[in-house]
């Protein structure tokens, strides 16, 4: 069956054009009826183009529910007084979380049901949820919107009644660790007017009458436009950090967790261009930092000294070229550290034990079980624990979880989340390419695709994401199945932007170095095809968010390139948004895409921002998607886009747009929902890839 063809038949953007206002700034305009108007008669031709499709994206949803385990049960974890767990049934969106007395499994309660919470709103999204030190208290936030602004709320476990505290607040918990029988205290964040996260607060409690408990008091503000905060404590339970940063630059401050009322004292004043993270171990302070070169080093000082001299910290892991240093997670009885090996694109986690006078009697790194692969520590709320908990994934395994006995070396497999249907895990490949780019540099792609097909030219969807450092490490897809089964490759394009190979891999691909993204998306394409792993005609590019700006960009300049795009809440307007500071994250991205009030950063961002570039071509199918509630990227820069687009578009293939109007930009709230959202978007693509069709394995 084949899908209707597109714009030319259905013209939303026709019948709503403006001639005084080509660029279509009136969708700005979030009250005027007509704007609503025009994204439902661009939703409505979405949905007539799609009707012929409609068989498909429910096969795919149907199949995608047969291979996955519905009814999931969670890992236990053990805290000082109970264990927790969580349990999702088979026809909930939400999990229940569980717990029982340590050693008494058999007293085992429900006291949170987030389904029953969910099942009152169209839109459900947990922030945070923060036990009490005592573990009789449960504190969360909730947004029943999309618009990232939470209510907090407190109840006596198990089964008291959620009593609402406060509205309008981030979604971030912490508690301090000066609980009595009667009162506590609740650490939280606030928005300014562009919703930057500017202040913590300090809220007491009293729990016989949390209703009647004291007025937050302010900690701590943050007056800079560019920086946000947020809230955390120390594994050890001794320190609370308040973390302002801005995109390239750190700022933290410590108070007592036991005393929280002290005022906080700033571990290192703010130094431009300089990030760091801190941990503790009684006796001992560490900071990772950016300061002696950007790959990062270790340092330690004593705890026992007075205030935070800079001249006396001491280099532990000195800065090194061939690797980053991402992460550091301290216990009693040393560190555990995530490190990024820059030739392999590939995190390992390494373990240093160190004795009572901080030297180092063992430093080892642990057995990868592939590469390239994801190896993360998973959250161990034990200080002491010589047990650790590792996940690992990679694009052909699924998540499995294991147990690192310390003591002895053992690993013990605790869970492997269970894949079912006809194309199972060993009968997929993933390779590695390198791709050359224009100046040079070796960009790494990954691709993952059925075994018994890697010897031919494929159809392929490209990913691309590549900003604010975030790396694209493997991970293992259930909803991938089904294009992989049907034939297509996926490959993941980890451009320069991104943190596949270290810091400086981030900062060549960011400011006045944002084309190199470009180029390395572009030669990532070109490399599968000289390769042999993809068919040049039937490639689709995918991108979200920031990484929707990046297939934006490419497909403006080289529509040809790709057969269909799909941008899904795609950041396309970035000279009019960074132009705005009134708007949520504009200041805080200076440090990412540069401020336009300089004349020649405005001008570098014009060349690329893709509602800027709009051409008279002929555009491949775009499927763009947008959220009416996001706070992150606004709805009317997809509507913008698509609204030009289609004006210009010289071929026959469809231009759609969906939006959203009642989410934000994390999409559909509830896993069935999120899951029907990438069913639709798989039918799209298999559409586009020539593979409508269902075919055997």
Not at 213 to 227: G, T
Not at 325 to 351: I, K, N, P, T
Not at 504 to 527: C, I, Q, T, V
Not at 669 to 676: D, E, L, P, T, V
Request: proline content about 7%; overall charge negative.
């Amino acid at each position: 069956m084949k899908a209707q063809q597109g714009i030319h038949t259905g013209l939303p953007a026709a019948r709503y054009y403006r001639a005084n206002d080509p660029q279509w700034h009136w969708l700005e305009a979030r009250n005027d009826p007509e704007v609503t108007a025009f994204l439902e008669a661009a939703n409505q031709q979405q949905a007539d183009w799609f009707a012929p499709l409609a068989p498909l994206e429910e096969t795919l949803y149907q199949s995608h529910l047969a291979r996955r385990e519905l009814a999931v049960t969670s890992l236990k974890t053990t805290l000082d007084h109970f264990t927790f767990w969580s349990k999702t049934g088979a026809e909930d969106n939400y999990p229940s979380w569980w717990r029982h007395p340590n050693s008494q499994p058999e007293q085992h309660e429900c006291f949170f049901d987030v389904s029953a919470r969910a099942a009152k709103h169209d839109f459900y999204d947990m922030g945070d949820m923060a036990l009490s030190p005592d573990e009789q208290w449960l504190a969360w936030t909730e947004d029943t919107q999309g618009d990232e602004r939470f209510t907090l709320w407190l109840k006596a476990l198990p089964s008291g009644t959620p009593i609402p505290l406060l509205n309008d607040i981030g979604a971030g918990l912490c508690w301090a660790e000066d609980q009595t029988a009667t009162t506590a205290t609740l650490l939280f964040t606030r928005f300014d007017d562009t919703q930057r996260p500017d202040s913590v607060w300090r809220l007491p409690l009293s729990l016989a009458d949390p209703s009647a408990s004291k007025e937050p008091v302010l900690v701590l503000r943050e007056e800079d436009p560019e920086f946000w905060l947020g809230i955390g404590k120390t594994r050890s339970r001794s320190w609370l950090l308040l973390e302002s940063g801005s995109k390239d630059t750190s700022e933290i401050h410590l108070v007592p967790a036991h005393t929280p009322a002290t005022k906080p004292l700033c571990i290192q004043t703010r130094q431009p261009g300089v990030e760091y993270s801190i941990d503790h171990r009684p006796g001992f302070y560490y900071r990772l930092h950016n300061q002696a070169g950007a790959h990062f080093q270790l340092d330690y000082l004593p705890d026992s000294q007075p205030g935070y001299s800079q001249a006396s910290w001491q280099t532990l892991i000195s800065h090194r070229e061939e690797a980053t240093l991402e992460g550091v997670d301290a216990f009693s009885w040393g560190l555990m550290l995530a490190e990024r090996d820059h030739d392999q694109a590939q995190v390992r986690l390494r373990r240093l034990v160190l004795d009572a006078q901080h030297d180092c009697t063992l430093d080892e790194y642990l057995t990868l079980p592939e590469q390239p692969c994801s190896q993360m520590l998973e959250d161990e709320p034990h200080f002491d624990s010589q047990v650790l908990r590792l996940r690992e994934e990679s694009f052909t395994q699924p998540p499995s979880w294991f147990a690192l006995d310390l003591t002895n070396g053992e690993r013990t497999l605790l869970k492997r989340a269970p894949v079912y249907g006809n194309l199972q895990p060993e009968q997929l490949i993933s390779k590695r390419l390198w791709a050359t780019s224009q100046d040079g540099e070796q960009v790494p792609v990954s691709v993952v695709m059925r075994a018994d097909l890697a010897d031919q030219p494929l159809p392929t969807l490209l990913y691309g994401y590549g900003a604010y450092g975030e790396a694209l490490d493997p991970w293992f897809s259930i909803a991938r199945l089904e294009l992989l089964e049907r034939g297509a490759a996926f490959a993941v394009a980890h451009v320069r932007g991104g943190g596949e190979r270290g810091e400086p891999w981030y900062l060549n691909g960011k400011m006045a170095h944002k084309e190199n993204s470009f180029n390395d998306f572009m030669a990532a394409r070109e490399e599968l095809i000289e390769q042999g792993v993809s068919d040049s005609q039937r490639i689709v590019a995918y991108g979200a968010s920031a990484g929707g700006l990046l297939v934006g960009t490419c497909i403006n300049r080289a529509p040809e390139a790709f057969c269909a795009a799909l941008l899904d809440v795609p950041f396309l307007d970035v000279l009019r948004t960074m132009q705005n500071p009134d708007l949520p994250l504009t200041t805080a991205e200076y440090s990412e895409w540069g401020n336009p009030e300089e004349p020649e950063v405005a001008t570098r961002i014009r060349d690329y921002s893709p509602i800027d570039n709009i051409q008279t071509q002929s555009y491949p199918a775009l499927w763009i998607e947008g959220s009416w509630f996001d706070t992150r990227v606004s709805y009317w820069e997809p509507a913008k886009f698509y609204a030009q687009v289609a004006q210009q578009q010289q071929g026959s293939a469809p231009i759609l747009m969906r939006t959203d109007m009642s989410s934000g930009h994390g999409g559909a709230s509830g896993r069935f929902k999120a899951w029907r959202d990438a069913a639709r978007q798989d039918a799209f693509i298999l559409w586009a890839l020539g593979l409508a069709q269902p075919s055997p394995t």
